[in-house]
């Protein structure tokens, strides 16, 4: 790996929480650093997720036996997950690619790599959340990986033989355990993991936006257009080109989520990255007690006690990154939950939909380009780049600076496929 030299200029495309968090970390290793975005910082899929930080979230998305339960999934108005007829074509290959990671070794293969990045999760955001004067926007209370009925925590079997083959801390309870954490739900529930270690931003927007003012103490520049191409000469990318002009630079970070496929393809990197868009509803007065974040894999959703309500939020539609949204699936996500937390209450409740950048194996791409030394990727983190941002904002600096990462960043290569 030829390092790229202290002092030297790079160009940040993406101000979400992976571009944020890449940026801080390459300021830390000396390099000077503009950060592109053509909206605001965290604005993005960084504004309005779940806010887990979610060490026990090892599993991929294409678990053995998925291809069975699609067809049920598709047909139920509430389902998890939705694909628009219109985009049905363009998903395909990525699905078929997905069916091909769903073997129990495969899985097993996946669910230790991101155990490996999980795991650092915390170790790495607290120095940026402490320095962005900001701790306070992360709760440390865990969080529960809910089945909602019998047949459910049957499924979540395997993912418990997993976190522990994976060594992710974890406590099972039963109903009657889980009932007395979370009096808020149904009696009918069938199981639960807790994870003790896992956190929770009470805001992830703010914790965006602290991450940014440290960036902008730190003497970092921002550029708010949007980045349209590269000037490429011998040596790799030399300018960024934005609708508003051309800034020179001695390397590229593209972190831009689930918009980054042309970026990284023009940077030498072919990479299957679509997107998952998810929903969630916002209550400001839910008349209920969650104080730990509850996670309901079976249904599609996860629960959150923010600063400003609870926030139930979750569920994969496949619809492209331009489509229209459809509040449907929100109001299928607040349906769902009122029937697990029967005193829950919707006054002013607001809807949002947000684009996950999406691999077909759940699995990031932290990775320098296969064309270009001074290029990294950093994207494609799914439901989990909240979670993940901070140690691929360290693996991005050491990977530019030419050290070893911490983490094995193998499993997350651009040029796996
Ligand atoms: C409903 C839902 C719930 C979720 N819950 C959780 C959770 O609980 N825990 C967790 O860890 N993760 C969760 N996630 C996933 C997480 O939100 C995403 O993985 C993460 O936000 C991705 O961050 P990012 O920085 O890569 O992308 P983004 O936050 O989308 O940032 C990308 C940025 O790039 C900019 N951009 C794109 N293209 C260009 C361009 N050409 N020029 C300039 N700027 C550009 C965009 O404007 C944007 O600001 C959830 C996601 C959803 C949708």
């Not at 202290?6 to 000396?30: C, D, K, N, P, T």
């Not at 049905?88 to 091909?100: T, V």
């Not at 009122?338 to 194996?361: F, V």
């Not at 140690?391 to 290569?413: E, H, N, S, W, Y």
Request: with cysteine.
């Amino acid at each position: 790996m030829k390092p790229l030299p202290e002092g030297q200029h790079i160009a940040v495309v993406g101000a979400g929480l992976v571009g944020l968090a890449s940026a801080l970390y390459l300021q830390r290793s000396g390099y000077r650093v503009t950060m592109f975005d053509r909206g605001g910082p965290g604005e993005g899929a960084s504004y309005g997720n779940g806010g887990v930080v979610a060490l026990g979230s090892i599993l991929p998305v294409g678990m053995p036996g998925i291809t069975a339960k699609v067809p049920g999934m598709l047909m139920d108005p509430l389902g998890p997950l939705t694909i628009r007829w219109g985009y049905a074509a363009q998903i395909a290959p990525w699905l078929m690619r997905m069916m091909r990671h769903t073997g129990r070794e495969e899985v097993t293969r996946i669910s230790g790599a991101l155990a490996s990045i999980n795991l650092a999760a915390l170790d790495d955001y607290l120095p940026l959340l402490e320095e962005a004067g900001a701790s306070d926007l992360l709760a440390r209370a865990g969080a529960l990986y809910v089945a909602s009925n019998a047949a459910e925590w049957t499924d979540m079997q395997f993912g418990i033989e997993l976190r522990r083959t994976h060594g992710v801390p974890i406590e099972v309870l039963d109903r009657n355990e889980l009932r007395q954490m979370v009096p808020a739900l149904a009696p009918d529930m069938g199981g639960a993991v807790f994870v003790p270690d896992a956190g929770h931003s009470l805001n992830p927007l703010a914790m965006s936006q602290a991450l940014f003012a440290l960036f902008s103490d730190r003497g970092g520049q921002f550029v708010g257009h949007e980045v349209v191409d590269f000037d490429i000469g011998a040596d790799g990318p030399t300018h960024v080109v934005t609708d508003d002009g051309r800034h020179a630079c001695d390397a590229v970070v593209v972190a831009a989520g689930a918009y980054s496929r042309p970026l990284a393809r023009r940077l030498g990197a072919n990479v299957p990255l679509d997107t998952e868009r998810g929903y969630h509803v916002m209550l400001p007065d839910p008349g209920i007690d969650v104080r730990i974040p509850m996670l309901f894999g079976g249904q599609g959703f996860a629960v959150t006690p923010m600063a400003e309500g609870l926030r139930c939020g979750g569920t994969v539609e496949f619809a492209g990154v331009h489509a229209e949204p459809n509040y449907a699936r929100a109001d299928a996500i607040l349906t769902k939950a009122k029937r697990l937390m029967p005193g829950l209450q919707d006054t002013d409740a607001a809807r949002w939909m947000g684009r996950r950048p999406s691999m077909p194996d759940s699995l990031p791409v932290i990775s320098r380009s296969p064309r270009h030394a001074n290029v990294c990727l950093a994207f494609g983190h799914g439901h989990l780049g909240l979670t993940q941002a901070a140690v691929t904002g360290r693996m991005i600096a050491d990977l530019m600076a030419g050290r070893q990462p911490a983490v094995d960043p193998t499993p997350f290569r651009a040029d796996r496929f």
